[in-house]
């Protein structure tokens, strides 16, 4: 089992900025990937930015935040950074973290409570 702790939602303007944190409860040498997701009211959950722990931190991020939002990583803290810069109100969402693992052969999702992001002026 593995707990994810996020901080760092809350109210920003637009063109503002915010940054997100995810702490996992165990090593993050032992997570194969983590991420970042968003949902709406009414809408799917969508990918907003991913970081592979296992192979050399490659990051994907989606088309409507690429340039904007950076994810990293603090390996001595067990913790993956979401950074949002130059914020749109259509960034307004609840903010899940993401990780997987490779358990037992396959692989397993756990996911964050979640934290909201609003931007409005």
């Known amino acids: 089992q593995v707990q994810l702790v996020e901080s760092g939602g809350g109210l920003a303007q637009p063109g503002g900025s915010l940054r997100l944190s995810c702490a996992a409860s165990v090593s993050i040498f032992s997570i194969y990937a983590m991420g970042w997701y968003r949902q709406a009211p009414g809408k799917q959950r969508e990918l907003v930015a991913s970081?592979?722990?296992?192979?050399?931190?490659?990051?994907d991020y989606a088309d409507s935040v690429k340039g904007r939002f950076t994810i990293s990583r603090d390996n001595a803290k067990n913790t993956v950074y979401l950074q949002m810069n130059s914020l749109k109100t259509e960034d307004t969402s609840v903010y899940y973290c993401k990780c997987t693992r490779v358990e037992q052969r396959s692989l397993s999702d756990y996911w964050g409570q979640g934290t909201q992001v609003t931007v409005s002026s």
């Open positions: 970081i592979s722990i296992s192979s050399g931190g490659r990051t």
